[in-house]
């Protein structure tokens, strides 16, 4: 009497990580382009108010001060979730190096 063990059963492979690795990165460069259009647009409404209003310093001063805190924020945005989204896909590559090679 012979004891046979069943074969080892095979996980499906995580495709799930790659599709967040994906859809993070698109959701990264869309948010990033935002920030970069809102910061546009703020120094654009800034520059108008310079030259319509009685205290146009006054609005150029808040303008710029604006503009450089919606840029801080998007570029600490970007380097956050690319950190993450890096480390993810990086995850996911040491997973699939350990599982080709087992």
Same mark, same amino acid.
């Given at each position: 009497?012979?004891?046979?063990?069943?074969?080892? %059963?095979?996980?499906?492979?995580?495709?799930?990580?790659?599709?967040?690795?994906?859809?993070?990165?698109?959701?990264?460069?869309?948010?990033?382009?935002?920030?970069?259009?809102?910061?546009?647009?703020?120094?654009? %409404?800034?520059?108008?108010?310079?030259?319509?209003?009685?205290?146009?310093?006054?609005?150029?001063?808040?303008?710029?001060?604006?503009?450089?805190?919606?840029? %801080?924020?998007?570029?600490?945005?970007?380097?956050?979730?690319?950190?993450?989204?890096?480390?993810?896909?990086?995850?996911?590559?040491?997973?699939?190096?350990?599982?080709? %090679?087992?």
């Amino acid at each position: 009497m012979t004891t046979a063990f069943p074969a080892p %059963v095979t996980a499906p492979k995580n495709r799930q990580a790659r599709a967040t690795v994906g859809i993070l990165n698109t959701v990264r460069t869309l948010v990033t382009i935002g920030f970069g259009v809102l910061a546009a647009l703020t120094l654009l %409404v800034a520059l108008v108010g310079t030259f319509t209003s009685d205290q146009g310093f006054l609005v150029f001063i808040t303008g710029l001060l604006s503009t450089g805190m919606i840029v %801080v924020f998007g570029a600490v945005f970007y380097a956050v979730v690319g950190w993450y989204v890096d480390s993810l896909n990086l995850l996911t590559q040491i997973a699939a190096n350990t599982t080709s %090679v087992a």
